[in-house]
């Protein structure tokens, strides 16, 4: 092939050449620099991450100094008392936030696809997605104050009010996905449903969700990992004694610093990614 | 099998439907009168955005009528969910629930009418076997062919045994081959169930071939309703006979008028009788457009039969060749013959006369 070209070269440049350019234009490879802007990129993403995980093996009480091999910061860490308070109440938190704001986000997207166009539908959207666009710092001021009010009214100083925030703020995480996946969805696949004597509930329960399954786990684990990693608006709205995983990591941290806090990151990193992994498996058996 | 062909099935008075409110309300159907028989093959034929398909959705409940009343055997419909008319769809785009197998979608129906479980499977191994798709019955739809989900819509849209069958272009997504063997399928399947087929189509030789009745449509009225014969002989509007098949129209005057029939003189002078269309009674010395389909014309030396014209060229279709012609006075005018090997074609420029068949002239609205 090489030789031909190179043979027929001076004869074929009019017509091979020119699509040859046009095919190569638009390639963002052929860039200057592309190359090296995406192992920055990949490299700034993961170099910490990968640096916390080998640090919490370390067997000295340093994130410089490497001292061996050891699972002692991971013995530490199951040993605390306090570390397993705290991952327990984040682990709770996070379910249940998730699992009321993907309820809510589920009927909310239902509401905002499956009706009639209405007036103010758009202001209804924006609305659901507000704790997306005010900055959380706002919200948990405002929560701080909201919330206050309610415990010198009735005394109460229970789990509630973090359950409240996180849901607010996850329920557009959640919405996000599955009203996408609504909007995608073949709307004649419920007409077809509707016309096989399916009444609406049973038309829902048997194609609509089935189908809504994909976006509700996606919604779902999304607000999960969202509630997960809240700082800002928990560290406004906790009680005393109501401290989740993050605060907890930021208290421990203004002392010092042990490989403790790798073996917990490294954890919590391990556990998210089994839930992505599950996730994709999951959906892709689906088709 | 008793004869109920004769009693209404399906019974439309008065209907219409309008879309939006104020000014920006749009007329997709207005007042429509049908009666569709029982067991009949009905074709609802127009082009696109002439309402065929919102007449269908009306039928089948996905839209409600905004006035006039709808009834299928004898029972008012109008205001009804789709889930509560004895009618089922098969969609254009086939609409199979993706989640589902094969056999569990064409059980569906009969599982939300609550049936027994027995009943179900037994009613949906004959539905299988009478699309022939029982080798795929644990399928996922994405895992079979158009033509298979073709069958698939089909069978469960027929599994509950509806009164009527409503069909929204079901054929237009399939390629040349397969659609001309679902064409006799359906009619073999309309033929074995004895289910009123509703069909829509834009495709004005699928309704030649396939019905029993047409109503042809435009801008959502129903322009004319008639046996396939009668629409493509009898059309009463210039829409009708311009839509269905190639058409020759003539602009004539009436030179007397009778009942039914009229004598008109055609370009040349030439005298010839035309069949009138109900309705339409016009008087000596108006000016009317006649049709005349092209395989009624015939061609014969210059200066006989009743119109003088100049070929222009000659068109081969392999059965039939399509002669095109300039008529004296200059109208076009197309004229198709069978190739039986008799007749050398006529070369480009030469003169010639046409004769019409008896008969041939209709007189149309416009």
């Known amino acids: 092939m090489a030789e031909a070209t190179g043979r027929y070269a001076p004869a074929d440049r009019t017509t091979v050449a020119k699509p040859r350019r046009r095919a190569r234009n638009f390639d963002v490879r052929h860039l200057p620099g592309f190359g090296a802007v995406a192992i920055f990129t990949f490299f700034m993403l993961y170099a910490p991450i990968l640096i916390l995980v080998v640090f919490s093996f370390n067997a000295a009480p340093s994130q410089a100094q490497w001292g061996g091999f050891s699972l002692q910061w991971y013995e530490a860490a199951f040993n605390n008392r306090q570390v397993r308070e705290v991952s327990i109440r984040s682990l709770w938190l996070a379910l249940v936030a998730s699992g009321i704001a993907t309820t809510v986000a589920t009927l909310a997207a239902l509401g905002t696809t499956r009706v009639r166009r209405f007036p103010g539908q758009t202001m209804i959207y924006a609305l659901i997605n507000q704790p997306l666009m005010v900055p959380e710092i706002v919200t948990g001021v405002a929560l701080l104050i909201f919330f206050a009010a309610i415990k010198v009214q009735t005394g109460y100083t229970g789990m509630g009010y973090l359950v409240a925030a996180h849901t607010a703020f996850c329920i557009p995480f959640a919405y996000l996905p599955i009203r996408a996946r609504l909007e995608t969805m073949d709307i004649t696949l419920e007409r077809a449903a509707a016309d096989l004597y399916a009444s609406p509930f049973q038309a829902f329960r048997h194609v609509t969700l089935p189908l809504l399954v994909p976006g509700i786990v996606a919604g779902f684990m999304l607000g999960f990992v969202i509630s997960l990693d809240a700082v800002v608006i928990t560290e406004f ?18 002392r010092n610093i042990t490989p403790e806090m790798n073996a917990i990151a490294t954890l919590f990193l391990a556990l998210s990614l089994c839930i992505v992994t599950a996730f994709f498996l999951l959906t892709r058996k689906r088709g | 099998m008793k004869d109920t062909r004769n009693s209404p099935e399906i019974e439309i008075a008065g209907l219409s439907k309008v879309f939006g409110a104020g000014a920006s309300a749009f007329t997709a159907l207005s007042d429509i009168d049908l009666t569709i028989a029982q067991g009949e093959f009905f074709t609802l034929l127009g082009p696109s955005g002439c309402g065929k398909t919102t007449l269908l959705r009306v039928i089948a409940g996905f839209e409600q009528p905004s006035d006039g009343s709808l009834r299928i055997n004898a029972q008012e419909v109008a205001g009804k969910g789709p889930n509560a008319r004895p009618v089922n769809t ?9 989640h589902m197998s094969v056999a569990q979608n064409i059980g569906f129906g009969l599982k939300m009418l609550g049936r027994a479980r027995s009943e179900i499977d037994a009613t949906v191994d004959e539905m299988l076997a009478l699309v022939q798709m029982a080798h795929l019955a644990d399928r996922k739809p994405a895992e079979i062919s158009g033509g298979q989900q073709q069958r698939v819509a089909l069978a469960r849209a027929l599994a509950p045994r509806p009164r ?3 069909l929204d272009e079901p054929l237009s997504a399939l390629d040349l081959k397969l659609r001309k063997g679902m064409q006799s399928e359906l009619k073999r399947l309309q033929g074995e169930t004895g289910i009123t087929f509703v069909f829509v189509t834009h495709d004005q030789e699928e309704a030649l071939t396939m019905s029993d009745r047409i109503a042809v449509m ?4 129903i ?34 008028a009778d009942g039914a029939a009229a004598q008109v003189k055609l370009p040349g002078g030439a005298l010839h009788s035309a069949r009138l269309p109900g ?6 010395g108006a000016r009317v457009t006649v049709v005349i389909r092209p395989e009624q014309a015939q061609l014969v030396a210059p200066g006989q039969g009743v119109l003088a014209a100049t070929v222009e060229k000659s068109v081969f279709f392999g059965t039939d060749t399509h002669v095109h012609l300039h008529l004296e006075g200059g109208a076009p005018f197309i004229l198709r013959r069978q190739n039986t090997g008799a007749m050398p074609e006529p070369d480009p420029g030469s003169a010639v006369g046409l004769a019409l068949a008896e008969g041939a002239l209709q007189v149309v609205g416009d």
């Not at chain 1, 709205?237 to 203004?254: E, H």
């Not at chain 2, 435009?218 to 009225?221: I, K, N, P, Q």
């Not at chain 2, 009708?240 to 007397?256: K, P, Q």
């Not at chain 2, 309705?279 to 000596?284: D, E, I, K, V």
């Open chain 2, 223 to 256: 322009l004319q309703t008639g046996t396939p014969h009668e629409i493509y002989h009898r059309p009463r509007e210039r829409f009708v006979a311009d839509f269905i098949g190639d058409t020759n129209f003539l602009e004539v005057e009436v030179a007397e």
């Open chain 1, 237 to 254: 709205v906790k009680s005393a004694g109501q401290d989740t995983l993050p605060t907890y990591m930021l208290g421990q941290l203004r």
């Open chain 2, 279 to 284: 309705g339409l009674r016009p008087g000596a």
């Open chain 2, 218 to 221: 435009s801008e959502g009225r």
């Open chain 2, 164 to 166: 009527v069958l409503l």
């Open chain 2, 90 to 98: 098969v969609f254009q785009n086939y609409a199979l629930f993706p």
